[in-house]
């Protein structure tokens, strides 16, 4: 790997995002963030947000450059002329060791030898340049489904293949947003940290062991749930059209890193177990091979959803009698005679 690195500083005014998405990718990620209101791309692409670098956004799915043209910045920034760049990488790294005769995944030719350029040729030139490097999504974070067990590619996430002591020109490491696909404003509010943090104007981005911002994923989807209550008085789904909690019927929400639950998806619209979809840990480094078969209750799910199930229905009963003694009216509000709410006057009157 290059080891050359382009010198930036704090304070910049204007920067590039190379963004490719040419690993064992869908381009999910990239169309979730379209969704984005927190900031909305377009927000931050015209200027909208106070103290941001001026952004040119490189990214296929959104360009309107084709073919060479498109490639152009990624060829000047490897060759080390583009200016301050961050490099978000979306998909997974295929293992070109293995790749025999051919190759995995390539953007655009080498013009030196007219061969496809191999995703992880154009990552070895571009991360050391990077001012910092953000993995999106769940393939690129930590492998994803493509990494599965069984896979032919031997893929993995960019901190396995850069290594995880990696640090950019920014000296950041690998700044990872993970989910499957990312959650819109989770991304653009880590992409406006890292940016705020290039022009000077924000300190260096809290990142967890696993290189997650952690004010995005430092709880658990089971901590944000409104379901939790149910769980709480042991009383379980059966069934996926039922409103309770969903752990008997596949949901890892309590050991699961995700703010999906308490944001919702768009404008706090949608979610996954809050509106009746089971969590499958789909921001998890151990994602997918450890939560398969998606369907099943985990297995640590019948030893606390039993215990709950001891205490549930007690707590249950009491607070439905209570529920039922705060649902009536106190018995002085109505139309008598006589006032019989208690009021004691302080003074009768003169005289
Ligand atoms: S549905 Fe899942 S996340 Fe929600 S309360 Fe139940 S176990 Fe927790
Ligand atoms: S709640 Fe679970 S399934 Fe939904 S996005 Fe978060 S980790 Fe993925």
């Known amino acids: 790997m290059e080891t050359e690195t382009m010198t930036t500083t704090t304070g910049l005014d204007e920067v590039h995002i190379l963004w490719t998405s040419e690993g064992m990718s869908c381009d999910g990620d990239t169309v979730s963030v379209t969704a984005a209101t927190l900031p909305s791309l377009e927000d931050v692409l015209l200027g909208a947000v106070p103290g ?18 498109f490639l152009t910045p990624f060829r000047r920034a490897a060759q080390g002329d583009l200016g301050p760049f961050i490099l978000v990488v979306e998909g997974s790294i295929p293992n070109e060791e293995i790749n025999g005769d051919g190759y995995w995944s390539a953007m655009g030719n080498d013009p030196e030898t007219g061969q496809p350029m191999t995703l992880t040729e154009w990552i070895d030139r571009l991360a050391p340049r ?7 999504g769940t393939c690129a974070t930590y492998g994803g489904i493509h990494a599965m067990a069984g896979n032919p590619t031997g ?12 640090r950019s020109a920014g000296d950041l490491p690998v700044v990872n947003v993970p989910g499957c696909p990312v959650q819109p404003d ?21 990142l967890d062991d696993q290189l997650r911002p952690t004010w995005l994923f430092g709880k658990t989807v089971h901590e944000g749930c409104d ?29 699961v890193n ?10 706090g619209v949608g979610g996954c177990p809050n509106v009746g979809g089971v969590c499958i840990g789909c921001t998890m480094p151990g994602f997918p091979d ?35 003694t705060v649902n009536k009216e106190p018995r002085w509000r109505r139309r008598e005679p006589a006032l019989t709410s208690g009021y004691q006057p302080r003074w009768t009157g003169r005289g």
């Open 258 to 267: 995700c703010n999906v639950t308490k944001r919702g998806w768009m404008d």
């Open 186 to 206: 989770n991304f653009m509010e880590t992409l406006l940290w890292v940016l705020h943090q290039a022009a000077g104007l924000a300190p260096t981005i809290p």
């Open 155 to 166: 893929c993995m996430g960019l901190a396995d293949y850069l290594g995880w002591d990696f």
């Open 52 to 69: 941001l670098p001026r952004v040119h956004l490189h990214n296929k799915v959104l360009a309107y450059e084709t073919g060479e043209d």
């Open 290 to 324: 450890k939560f398969m078969p998606f369907m099943d209750e985990p297995p640590g799910g019948s030893v606390s959803s039993g215990l709950m199930s001891l205490y549930g229905p007690f707590v249950r009963t009491l607070r439905s009698v209570t529920n039922a």
């Open 130 to 136: 990077a001012w910092a490097v953000v993995a999106i």
């Open 227 to 255: 379901r939790a209550a149910y769980y709480e008085q042991g009383d379980f789904a059966k069934d996926y059209n039922s409103p309770k909690c969903q752990v008997k019927i596949g949901c890892w929400g309590p050991v």
